[in-house]
């Protein structure tokens, strides 16, 4: 695995133990983080307070599908599952593009998708 596959990879076991020390060691200090549509925040100060939510219990977990690199990005392709403090629980499907600099994540665009849950025959395809 390259080495900016293996600092994505370090920067997905920090979210998943909310471990902020682990994801800040895998970003620039210039990083930039873009979820369209929802926020954009700069620096590794910004990016600290947006590791954990207080509408969430616990560390999410997070599964990657596949992971591809080619000229200094690497894409991130996935689910998120995580438990909401009211008792509800989100699931979201995601794809993480990453510019890295250095070995580093630069910047970081998240596109994201809420989903239902399935189970049973609703999973199935016809």
Not at 44 to 51: L, N, P, V
Not at 69 to 75: A, C, N, R, S, Y
């Amino acid at each position: 695995m390259s080495a900016n596959k293996d600092t994505i990879e370090r920067y997905m076991e920090g979210f998943r133990r909310s471990d902020h020390a682990m994801v800040l060691s895998c970003l620039t200090d210039d990083v930039e983080w873009l979820i369209p549509g929802m926020f954009q925040v700069f620096g590794k100060a910004a990016f600290d307070r947006e590791i954990e939510n207080e509408a969430f219990v616990g560390g999410p977990t997070i599964t990657v599908s596949r992971l591809v690199e080619e000229g200094g990005v690497v894409v991130a392709e996935g689910a998120v599952t995580a438990r909401k403090r009211d008792g509800g629980q989100l699931n979201l499907v995601f794809c993480d593009v990453f510019t890295m600099r250095q070995g580093k994540v630069r910047s970081l665009v998240s596109y994201l998708m809420a989903i239902k849950p399935t189970t049973g025959a609703e999973g199935a395809h016809k």
